[in-house]
């Protein structure tokens, strides 16, 4: 009897003969044969949605991946899943990342299939597939969809979604009219695909191709270039395989290749979200990564890629100077080369062959001239993140990196989007502006709130230190430190900050300081209540079952069984 392709995942009647008669004869209905029918079957997650911008060529996209799987002679059969579009949903994606992961993991189970190629781009997607893919267990071929191609403010290039929020400063500051932000927000997002600078889409596509998961090259090829299409028909026969050679995801996604990603992930003065979505893919392979593991490579690995938010390019300058390809080679000795790829080949054995450096453009640059000597993100810890914090030093006022200033303490969002521009807020720019209840439980989901907008009655000033337990979109800058673990919302000492407290950032200290003695914190303490959290639905699982975002922010059901209850 077949054991293979449509015959996995046999539905249960008690019979499995029957089973696989049964599930031939629905299948056939759909004009398969049954020459078809006994193929291996590739799996193709579409995340085409029409509530997300992104994924818009995703049709496309899965039927070249059906060509390609024809051609290597298997079986492609399409099904959809969750589709996050960052910008279409409340509170923010991150709260459903999770919700994805479940049910591509739970798709992939019970469905019958032997490999899979799972679509995605959007922030949230890419992390979500490869959580789930890893806990399904198949071999599993990464697709982005591709960034999007920059557009036009008049002269101006621009690119979501650095320039949507630098535009939008400057109208808050009464720099740009009524008519002039309508132009820009027409001009914003000119094509299909993902944002088109170092986001975290852009920045999740590189570290999964470092880390082996896709193609080489495939993750800054955009949307709207043949060359795309071609990499999503390559997919489809490397799925196939995969099959044969049964490279599963645990045995690419190693220690080493996480190492790995982490260094391309500072190299590319890429986002910190990745951190929190790295920490939860490994925590779903039973890999301990830690923000120790990123401090490592801090200081180590030079940023070499200059796209915004920390730098001047896009992402189609970054695919038209070559890529990760180029990045890679030029890390090559910072590299563990002996980590597999879905390609069948080491990372070394693919970066092997005649290599020069392309010297006619400046988006990478070489490791002779590194745009800065030492990573992009960097974690800080101290009393008020005992787990740890993350800055992103290559987006920050480097005269702020090194800061005491005062409490500024916004309650929780709501009371920020109240007081943040009244007339009557006390506060400075050399003041330290504080959001609390805005973490994993918090908000809930984690959004995407820690770049807190500077207060109009600042006027001029276009950097101010600000923390909270809130993420970053990875198209911000400024200086702004993030994911403060213990968030408040479960007690961390984050909740207890008061207006006029005083706090110390010292990034060459690598420290986060709230300056108040013991007997008052334990006063204010004793007077703490945890904010209520909802009552039913997702929500509630979510705010029952979400850890830290040390911990990736993943579900403790959901994490390996070998990692325990840290
Ligand atoms: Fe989809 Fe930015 S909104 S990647």
């Known amino acids: 009897m077949q054991n293979h392709g449509i015959a996995n995942a046999l539905t249960e009647y008690g019979d499995r003969q029957f089973s696989l008669y049964m599930r031939r004869a629905f299948a056939q209905s759909m004009g398969l044969s049954r020459e078809a029918l006994e193929k291996p079957v590739v799996g193709i997650i579409n995340t085409f949605s029409d509530l997300n911008n992104c994924h818009r060529d995703v049709p496309r996209l899965v039927e070249a991946v059906k060509r390609g799987v024809w051609q290597a002679g298997g079986l492609p059969l399409e099904f959809p899943t969750i589709s996050l579009g960052e910008l279409f949903l409340n509170p923010s994606s991150m709260m459903f990342r999770n919700l994805m992961a479940m049910d591509v993991e739970a798709m992939i189970k019970a469905q019958p299939m032997d490999a899979v190629v799972g679509i995605g781009g959007c922030d949230k997607t890419m992390p979500a597939m490869l959580m789930g893919a890893a806990s399904a267990g198949l071999p599993t071929v990464a697709l982005v969809t591709g960034p999007m191609l920059s557009g036009a403010v008049g002269a101006e290039r621009v690119g979501a979604c650095t320039d949507c929020r630098r535009y939008w400063g400057m109208y808050r500051r009464g720099e740009v009219t009524d008519e002039g932000i309508d132009k820009v927000e027409a001009n914003l997002v000119p094509t299909s695909g993902t944002c088109g600078v170092m986001g975290t889409a852009s920045t999740i596509a590189c570290v999964l191709e470092a880390m082996g998961t896709m193609l080489p090259g495939g993750a800054a090829v955009p949307q709207v270039m043949a060359e795309r299409y071609?990499?999503?028909?390559?997919?489809?026969?490397?799925?196939?395989?995969?099959?044969?050679?049964?490279?599963?995801?645990?045995?690419?996604?190693?220690?080493k290749a996480f190492e790995n990603g982490l260094r391309v992930l500072q190299a590319v003065g890429g986002s910190t979200n990745v951190v929190v979505h790295l920490m939860a893919i490994a925590g779903r392979l039973g890999i301990r990564l830690t923000l120790d593991d990123l401090e490592r490579v801090s200081e180590t690995t030079p940023v070499l890629v200059d796209l915004k938010p920390s730098g001047q390019g896009y992402m189609d300058d970054f695919f038209r100077s070559g890529g990760l390809p180029v990045v890679l080679r030029e890390l090559k000795d910072l590299l563990h080369l002996d980590v597999m790829t879905i390609t069948g080949q080491t990372l070394g054995q693919w970066l092997e062959g005649p290599y020069e450096f392309p010297g006619w453009q400046t988006i990478i640059r070489p490791r002779k001239s590194p745009l800065q000597a030492v990573g992009g993100l960097v974690v800080v810890k101290g009393n008020l993140a005992p787990h740890g914090a993350i800055v992103k030093r290559a987006a920050a006022d480097p005269r702020l990196l090194n800061h005491t200033g005062r409490a500024v303490v916004f309650k929780n969002l709501q009371d920020m989007a109240e007081r943040v521009d009244s007339p009557d807020l006390d506060i400075t720019a050399d003041d330290v502006m504080v959001l609390q209840?805005?973490?994993?439980?918090?908000?809930?989901?984690?959004?995407?709130?820690?770049?807190?907008?500077?207060?109009?009655?600042?006027?001029?000033?276009?950097?101010?230190?600000?923390?909270?337990?809130?993420?970053?979109s990875g198209t911000a800058f400024g200086t702004v430190v993030l994911h403060i673990t213990p968030e408040a919302a479960v007690g961390g000492l984050l909740a207890l900050v008061r207006d006029g407290d005083r706090i110390t950032l010292s990034v060459d200290k690598r420290e986060l300081t709230l300056h108040v003695d013991e007997a008052e914190l334990a006063k204010r303490r004793a007077a703490w209540k945890a904010p209520k959290?909802?009552?039913?639905?997702?929500?509630?699982?979510?705010?029952?079952?979400?850890?830290?975002?040390?911990?990736?922010?993943?579900?403790?059901?959901?994490?390996?069984?070998?990692?325990?209850g840290e």
């Open 230 to 255: 071609r990499i999503a028909e390559e997919s489809g026969k490397l799925a196939v395989a995969a099959i044969g050679s049964k490279l599963t995801l645990d045995r690419i996604l190693t220690k």
């Open 437 to 472: 209840n805005a973490g994993p439980k918090g908000a809930p989901g984690m959004p995407e709130a820690g770049c807190l907008p500077i207060p109009k009655k600042l006027k001029g000033v276009k950097d101010i230190v600000r923390i909270s337990d809130a993420r970053m």
């Open 533 to 564: 959290g909802p009552e039913r639905g997702y929500e509630w699982l979510y705010h029952q079952h979400v850890q830290q975002a040390h911990l990736g922010a993943d579900f403790d059901f959901l994490r390996h069984a070998g990692m325990g």
